[in-house]
């Protein structure tokens, strides 16, 4: 039994948001109430009881593959070395001994109903299994049928043999370029190919090439009579003495694997009986079987808590930006980060097409990450989706932050179509494009002139770009440009999302009323601040950032809490002064 530490990815960053408006003199300061800043690392110690259920701790290793004690003593050497992340996935195949009804296909279902409780409930297996032949041709069951009468009038064994060699006859005779759909076996025979080629592989090839499959079942008994009928029709058919048409598996909860028909619970066993009882004939049988659980079968958690060291914390969780999963390791990771990509890689396909790492914390100018292709392809370029809208992103080159996308609803809620928006701090337009499809202008800027480029081709893909004007300029330089000029009187928001700075780009604002005619007309307008601040109180150290960059001038402040997690925010404090 292994104790792993789940760590939750999350940024250590709380964002106080403000939005104010001037006014013309200052009063009292809001008192702010002292609340922890620092963000926590959310560890969970999970414990884990295999008592029920798969586990990578339990069930038998098939012969082929390594046994477990091997597999965990040489894994971790293996993957730490120069971060090779080919392991084998074939350490992950477990099989497990269950105990089966078969019952006819027909009945499945309400049997299935019946015996509800005491059926297998594993997570990703369905109870009721199929195993290869067990679908009959209708015509087939016809043709046994009359074996089966021939034999109990006592008809020559000839006579049976050849209505089945007639019923082949007939089925080559159905034989086109697509070959036999339901008799594999028959047309193995006629045409010897690739199938044939493929099938000689060994025991331990998967059925299903496109998609690989999580699990497999297959029945362990051998049943007398079945050898005659699949020298006819082929290893799949699968059937036995009692074999009628069509069948199905009802595994068993995994309690009854190696029970006997006496130590089954009333209800299996009322079924079988009652199906002897009323049909001599039944078809419903209790059988021992096999399933086999495959790497794509395991949870990433699962697979990860195998290769890591024993006690390390697992990284349980992850950022998307379109196809892109971003990962944000600790030291303790980095050995084995390609491995920990090459994972979230399995384990997230179609939708990741690439696991990245942050290298380096956001220091530059343009907020860019410096990221690192752990696995996956190497392309950076990807859209999101937010809003309905979307955005094209190149991670290498521009800024993005998915788990912003709840914070700038809430500021989009609070505009409406008469509002002109000026977006100081742009980006490639999360806020300025959403804010287009629902005010009257939008005025968007950034210095990063790649964000540019992809805040002009986004503007475009979502058939917004009459309503924005776009401008590449450092921030001071735009709000100057813009408030001293006729726009100034018609705009209602500011946006100004520079976490780092915007606070102290805010002196741009001095002055910049002085010289407007204040009539009842004028208002002025709303400005979004955001940024972050380490200090005890950190509400009280953004007012003082704030006052210090406006000087003369008097706000009103509304301030909120954000903590950037990917599922929370933290509306804290509501004061005005
Ligand atoms: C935190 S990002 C926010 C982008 C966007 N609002 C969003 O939510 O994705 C800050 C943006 O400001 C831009 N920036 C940094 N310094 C700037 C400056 N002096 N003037 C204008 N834009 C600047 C960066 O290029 C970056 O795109």
């Not at 028909?261 to 009652?274: D, N, T």
């Not at 290298?359 to 907020?367: A, F, H, P």
Request: charged fraction near 30%; charge should be neutral.
């Amino acid at each position: 039994m292994v104790g792993t530490k789940l760590l939750h990815l999350k940024p250590n960053s709380v964002i106080p948001f403000t939005n104010f408006s001037f006014k013309h003199s200052f009063s009292s300061l809001p008192k702010p109430s002292i609340l922890s800043l620092l963000y926590s690392t959310q560890t969970q110690i999970k414990t884990q009881v295999f008592s029920y259920g798969p586990s990578l701790q339990k069930g038998d290793i098939p012969l082929e593959t390594p046994s477990r004690t091997q597999n965990q003593t040489t894994l971790h050497p293996e993957v730490e070395e120069g971060n090779n992340p080919v392991f084998d996935e074939q350490k992950f195949t477990r099989v497990f001994h269950l105990a089966a009804l078969r019952v006819p296909a027909n009945d499945c279902f309400a049997l299935e109903n019946r015996l509800r409780g005491h059926l297998l409930n594993w997570p990703r297996v369905k109870n009721i299994a199929r195993v290869p032949g067990d679908e009959i041709d209708e015509e087939m069951i016809t043709l046994f049928d009359e074996r089966k009468d021939g034999e109990e009038s006592g008809e020559e064994e000839d006579g049976e043999f050849e209505s089945l060699v007639l019923y082949r006859e007939k089925l080559v005779k159905e034989f086109n370029y697509r070959g036999f759909v339901k008799f594999k076996n028959l047309a193995r025979i006629s045409r010897p190919g690739k199938r044939k080629k493929k099938e000689s592989k060994g025991d331990g090839e998967r059925k299903g090439n496109e998609r690989k499959e999580l699990w497999v079942v297959e029945v362990l008994e051998e049943k007398e009579g079945e050898e005659e009928m699949k020298g006819l029709l082929g290893e799949d058919f699968k059937g036995g003495r009692k074999w009628k048409g069509s069948t199905r598996l009802l595994l068993l909860d995994e309690r009854y694997g190696d029970k006997g028909f006496e130590e089954l619970p009333q209800a299996i066993k009322a079924v079988l009986v009652e199906e002897t009882r009323e049909n001599s004939s039944s078809t419903i049988e209790l059988v021992r079987c096999k399933l086999t659980l495959f790497y794509e079968y395991w949870q990433m958690n699962e697979i990860l808590e195998t290769l890591l060291p024993e006690g390390m914390i697992i990284p349980s969780a992850f950022e998307t930006v379109g196809h892109i999963a971003h990962l944000n390791l600790k030291d303790e990771h980095l050995p084995y980060k390609c491995v920990i990509a090459k994972v979230v890689l399995d384990k997230n396909k179609p939708k990741i097409q690439t696991v990245v790492n942050k290298i380096d914390i956001i220091q530059n100018d343009y907020r860019t990450m410096q990221l690192e292709v752990l696995a996956g392809n190497h392309s950076l370029v990807t859209t999101v989706v937010e809003n309905g809208l979307r955005f094209r992103v190149d991670l290498a080159k521009v800024y993005w932050n998915s788990r912003l996308g709840t914070e700038r609803q809430r500021l989009l809620s609070g505009f409406n179509r008469n509002d002109v928006i000026c977006d100081v701090f742009s980006g490639v337009g999360p806020i300025a494009i959403s804010a287009a499809k629902i005010v009257k202008r939008v005025y968007a800027n950034d210095l990063n002139p790649f964000a540019v480029e992809y805040l002009e081709g986004n503007s475009v893909l979502n058939k917004l770009e009459r309503k924005i004007k776009i401008f590449n300029m450092d921030g001071r330089r735009f709000i100057n440009a813009m408030f001293s000029s006729e726009k100034a009187h018609s705009i209602t928001h500011v946006v100004m999302n520079l976490p780092n700075d915007a606070a102290e780009f805010l002196d741009a604002f001095r002055g910049v009323y002085r010289d407007q005619p204040r009539d009842k007309e004028f208002n002025f307008p709303m400005i979004h601040v955001y940024g972050f601040s380490k200090a005890q109180d950190p509400e009280f150290d953004f007012h003082e950032r704030i006052r210090i960059a406006l000087q003369e001038v008097a706000v009103n402040v509304d301030m909120r809490r954000l903590h950037s997690t990917t599922t929370a925010e933290v509306p804290v404090l509501d004061g005005s002064d």
